[in-house]
């Protein structure tokens, strides 16, 4: 079993619909949990970065961690076509350890 | 602020030559790590350097190999290359005190011919 699992899409709404991506996890040690986008030919952009369990909002943007199942969420409200791009969600085990990356999520909003 | 940024970003090398990459931290950055993001999958961890040493590698053998410099610049070097090498390789600089939020460059795309 992989530490980290994404199904790797591709997922296509419509443009303002609510996108829901999602990614479980096997090592019980993760505390850091985090979900970058990275455009076509681009370097991943951290999104979201939390810490143990719990919600976090940022604009139209909300992560969720459920540590008791090992999982966790990125919601997107509004979507809009920019963006499109691949989501990955990542995780580390201490505060300067190694990341541990998803194998990503190709998202299309589509107009 | 200045991001991270990487050079070359594209690179066209053969089986068996050596190749390094380059990656100037965002600017108050101490720590650097280095990723390999195979086509269609998640950044891979090679290694990362704090304070010029390495603080930590992944499982990649021991002709990836690295430098970091006084000013946190960081080196990538891959000798003897394989095919399976083509990727795109990233540099992510963080500061280690304010947990782990790595900020990533644009990235190096090599290529193995």
């Known amino acids: 079993q992989k530490e980290v699992e994404q199904d790797p899409g591709p997922l296509s709404v419509p443009e303002g619909a609510i996108v829901s991506l999602n990614c479980t996890y096997s090592?019980?040690?993760?505390?850091?949990f985090m979900w970058y986008r990275q455009y076509s030919r681009k370097g991943p952009e951290l999104l979201m970065y939390?810490?143990?369990?719990g919600n976090k909002e940022d604009g139209r943007f909300t992560a969720q961690v459920d540590k008791s199942s090992k999982y966790i969420s990125l919601f997107i409200r509004d979507s809009q076509p920019s963006d499109s791009a691949t989501y990955l969600c990542?995780?580390?085990?201490?505060?300067?350890?190694?990341?541990?990356f998803g194998k990503g999520t190709r998202l299309h909003i589509l107009p | 602020e200045t991001g991270v940024t990487q050079s070359p970003t594209h690179l066209i090398k053969t089986r068996g030559q050596q190749v390094t990459l380059r990656c100037s931290s965002q600017?108050?950055?101490?720590?650097v790590s280095w990723y390999q993001q195979a086509l269609g999958q998640g950044p891979q961890f090679i290694f990362q350097?704090?304070?010029?040493?390495?603080?930590g590698r992944g499982n990649f053998p021991p002709r990836f190999s690295g430098l970091q410099f006084p000013n946190y610049s960081s080196e990538l070097n891959v000798n003897a290359l394989e095919l399976d090498d083509s990727a795109l390789y990233l540099c992510?600089?963080?500061?280690?005190?304010?947990?782990?939020?790595?900020?990533f460059g644009p990235g190096t795309r090599l290529t193995v011919l």
């Open positions: 090592n019980s040690a993760f505390q850091y």
């Open positions: 992510a600089s963080s500061l280690s005190t304010s947990g782990n939020e790595q900020f």
């Open positions: 350097y704090y304070r010029e040493e390495e603080n």
């Open positions: 939390t810490y143990s369990s």
């Open positions: 600017s108050g950055h101490n720590t």
């Open positions: 990542a995780m580390s085990a201490l505060r300067d350890d190694k990341i541990i």
